[in-house]
């Protein structure tokens, strides 16, 4: 899958009910099919899927396209991640905040990319996370549940690039736009697990819909003339406790100073992933599809 629906071509590739526990020793070496293999297979369901959650393939062409176009006049900003930090009984919870310039459903694609290449450090050009295995362990219907082995790139006091393997198991929620994750073994970590969610912003609601500010997606193209754009607002909670002697200074203020540090870098990443895929030249289906919202006498059957 590329990281944008329909942009293979362009670059090749990532609550309450508890976690699925992780299947017995007795698994742990089977091999997992490939992700091309996985998609290869459940191309059909997929696609099925993807309709019965509400997925609008013209609606994602048209936000992008929206985005596209605005880029070129008015950049949008990248505020970096808002961070917050605190401590109880020895266990960190970190809260991370960031906006992402792209419409929520992109913005998880990207964040369940089975390739992990949304993940792009751009100064240094190399994967910041990769993702080495990937087994799905149930599905229902938007719901997943996916075993995970995963390599976070840790800059070891700028001498030297050390992977960071992270066994997870991981459940997705591809209607609500929610994840959720628990480590299955994470190399110094006690705790490691966490949650987020991906919510709608929408962009132009006080300049298109003036007083009607909008309670739903529904409202807001209808309010704008389906000239909004939708943004993305993310919001990650990560609890990580390391385990002794490794959670005691200064240690502990070592793990705890880079995780915050690899985190921020992952969502920046993220955010710079969104802006070239806002700067990238427009397929010609695309180019096409922007000919008929830009036509008056097709407006109304293309946006609703």
């Not at 290449?117 to 149930?138: A, G, P, Y």
């Not at 240690?251 to 990238?280: C, D, F, H, M």
Request: proline residues 7%.
């Amino acid at each position: 899958m590329g990281i944008f629906p329909r942009f293979g071509s362009w670059i090749s590739k990532n609550s309450q009910q508890p976690l699925i526990e992780a299947e017995s020793k007795g698994s742990e070496n089977v091999e997992s099919k490939s992700v091309s293999e996985k998609e290869t297979n459940n191309n059909a369901p997929a696609n099925k899927k993807k309709e019965e959650y509400g997925y609008d393939e013209k609606e994602e062409m048209r936000q992008h396209i929206l985005w596209h176009e605005e880029e070129k006049k008015h950049p949008w900003p990248h505020p970096p991640p808002k961070v917050k930090v605190t401590t109880k009984k020895g266990v960190y919870h970190m809260n991370l905040e960031v906006t992402v310039g792209a419409a929520p459903e992109l913005t998880f694609l990207w964040l369940t990319d089975p390739w992990g290449s949304s993940f792009l450090d751009e100064k240094k050009w190399r994967d910041l996370m990769k993702n080495k295995k990937r087994k799905v362990l149930t599905e229902d219907g938007p719901r997943r549940v996916i075993k995970v082995e995963k390599a976070v790139v840790h800059d070891f006091f700028s001498l030297t690039t050390i992977p960071i393997p992270l066994h997870l198991i991981v459940e997705e929620n591809e209607k609500d736009l929610t994840g959720k994750y628990k480590k299955e073994r994470v190399i110094f970590m006690k705790v490691f697990e966490g949650n987020y969610k991906v919510e709608p912003i929408y962009v132009d609601q006080e300049r298109l819909c003036k007083k009607r500010l909008p309670k739903s997606r529904e409202e807001y193209n209808k309010c704008s003339g389906g000239r909004g754009k939708i943004a993305s607002k993310l919001t990650v909670n990560q609890y990580f406790e390391p385990y002794p002697p490794f959670n005691l200074p200064p240690l502990s203020w070592y793990i705890r100073g880079n995780t915050i540090k690899t985190s921020k870098n992952l969502l920046k990443a993220l955010q710079n992933t969104a802006k070239s895929i806002r700067t990238v030249e427009l397929p010609e289906d695309y180019k096409e599809f922007r000919a008929k919202m830009n036509s008056k006498n097709n407006t109304n059957s293309i946006l609703y």
